[in-house]
């Protein structure tokens, strides 16, 4: 029997090999990147992003933690998953995300639930899925607390962000989240999960959704973290 499970894992292998996250080389099953891009990681400083502290220490209402920055290998495996829809680099990616923070918090931090950024129903239709709920399925399974993907609803479609200016971008999102059963939330810390952390602005007005509607604390972590400054997107 074990032999057979062996034999037919070796099948699977040939057909659908394990590939390297960032450049795609086939790798072993069990790794996650090739000798070279495991050496050359854009990891982010294991601090959060807007007060620059250890999350033990951190200072925020809402602390933030990204893992890469959002470069070339990251940037092609953030793509993948989102506009050819590979699950593999989700999983992946929450695995490091998870990595990301119980290192951090030596077992400091604990989340009762999991909670996606969510998509306007009319842009999940168009792409069929979500990388966000993709990455914090998978998130939960690593971190053992309960996934919510309906816990936030976007209520109405807004602009793309990255087109307007700051004040623009606040504006363009009031209003525009709303949870869906607050008694699933209430009392609760939340880890809120994106795929790309950019200027916060939807993070943070998700956070607040949250906090507003009485989670108890609310946690983002995001696969990566762009190095736009706000100048560079007005
Ligand atoms: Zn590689
Ligand atoms: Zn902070």
């Not at 793309?160 to 200016?165: A, N």
């Not at 998700?206 to 973290?225: E, M, P, Q, Y």
Request: hydrophobic share 40%; charged share 25%; proline share 4%.
């Amino acid at each position: 029997m074990k032999r057979r499970c062996k034999k037919a894992e070796y099948f699977w292998h040939i057909f659908f090999p394990n590939r390297c996250l960032f450049c795609e080389r086939p790798i072993a099953a069990d790794e996650v990147f090739c000798p070279q891009c495991e050496k050359e990681q854009p990891l982010l400083p294991p601090t959060c992003n807007a007060c620059g502290n250890l999350i033990g220490q951190c200072v925020c209402s809402v602390p933030v933690f990204s893992v890469f920055r959002y470069e070339e290998g990251v940037k092609r495996a953030i793509r993948a998953m989102k506009f050819t829809g590979d699950r593999v680099v989700a999983q992946k990616l929450a695995q490091l995300m998870a990595d990301k923070l119980v290192a951090l918090s030596e077992d400091t931090l604990s989340f009762d639930c999991v909670v996606p950024v969510p998509m306007h129903k009319k842009d999940r239709k168009e792409r069929g899925f979500s990388q966000s709920e993709w990455l914090a399925e998978a998130l939960s399974e690593q971190i053992s607390a309960v996934c919510l993907n309906d816990a936030i609803q976007k209520t109405r479609w807004t602009k793309k962000q990255l087109t307007l200016t700051a004040q623009e971008r606040k504006r363009n999102l009031i209003d525009a989240f709303a949870v869906n059963q607050p008694e699933q939330i209430v009392g609760k810390s939340v880890l809120l999960v994106d795929d790309v952390y950019t200027t916060g602005t939807t993070v943070m007005e998700n956070a607040h959704v949250l906090l507003n509607a009485g989670a108890r604390a609310v946690t983002v972590c995001t696969a990566a973290k762009t190095t736009f400054t706000e100048v560079e997107l007005l």
